[in-house]
């Protein structure tokens, strides 16, 4: 679009070019370079966003450009005790419990090595398909154990996320609630059911709800104070791993992970 205005214009004197520039709003210079075709590029990519989405001359983003700084969602001073919490309760907790190698929970492709250790954590890169998986792993009962009891959840529900809580709601939840609008173009009327898969505060849940009123919204959370909170704010809760659900054909699972 761009392009075709500057060849459009390309042959007009400077007046009229200036003339037309200001006509839809565009900057003009009278100081600028010789050549007429860059100029005119030159004052179009000047001009605010605004103008070039109302002359059509940008297109609208697909998502919306965000701004953040980790400090707006993970206040320093929280952060340092909640890492060093998650270092006391991987010892605590997991030191000693058996693991098991898996296969790549995206392509169940078998067999590689761990590539780097955490916290006493291996983690495995996939050779097919790139996965990111934690492995060898303990058994599902040491995890509901550090959900329950762990020092690390605590501080987690309790003193990191309450003070971050409203600026991750602009910055993350509700972005993450239009991106999936967009991707499996969904209006206002959907009326399927969706589950958050370690739900949190619920704030996710919250902001579906809003756009999707019709909605059944169901959070699935281990953590003891999480869940707590959680409950509050959403219709249908689970807090225990345990409990299966037939998925019918107008539900969605989500999962995301965004300590
Ligand atoms: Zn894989």
């Known amino acids: 679009m ?34 007429k075709g860059d100029y005119i590029v030159n004052m179009i990519e000047t001009g605010s966003d605004d103008i070039l989405l109302d002359q059509g001359l940008i297109e609208k983003p697909r998502f919306e450009k965000l701004t ?8 320093p001073d929280k952060l340092a005790k909640y890492l060093e919490l998650n270092i006391r309760d991987a010892e605590k907790l997991f030191s000693d419990a058996p693991r098991n190698v898996i296969a790549c929970p995206g392509c169940e492709a078998e067999g590689d090595e761990v590539t ?17 998986f934690q492995s060898p792993r303990p058994l599902k009962k040491v995890f509901e154990k550090f959900y329950m009891t762990s020092e690390s959840s605590d501080y987690w529900a309790t003193e990191f996320f309450p003070p971050v809580a409203e600026v991750r709601r602009e910055k993350i939840f509700r972005p993450r609630v239009e991106q999936i609008q967009s991707l499996l173009k969904l209006n206002e009327s959907y009326a399927g059911t969706i589950i958050d898969v ?8 919250e902001e579906w709800a809003k756009c999707f009123p019709q909605n059944k919204c169901l959070a699935l959370e281990p953590g003891k104070k999480l869940a707590t909170i959680c409950r509050r704010r959403v219709s249908r809760f689970w807090r225990r791993f345990q409990r299966r659900h037939r998925s019918g054909e107008d539900e969605a699972m989500l999962s995301f992970a965004s300590k």
């Open 68 to 75: 953040m700084k980790e400090s707006d969602i993970r206040q």
């Open 198 to 205: 370690e739900a949190g505060h619920g704030i996710f849940l």
């Open 116 to 132: 780097f250790k955490k916290n006493g954590f291996g983690f495995v890169v996939c050779s097919k398909c790139s996965s990111l």
């Open 2 to 35: 761009i392009r075709q205005i500057s060849q459009r214009l390309d042959g007009d004197d400077w007046s009229l070019i200036d003339l037309i520039l200001k006509q839809y709003g565009l900057p003009t210079n009278d100081q600028c370079s010789n050549n």
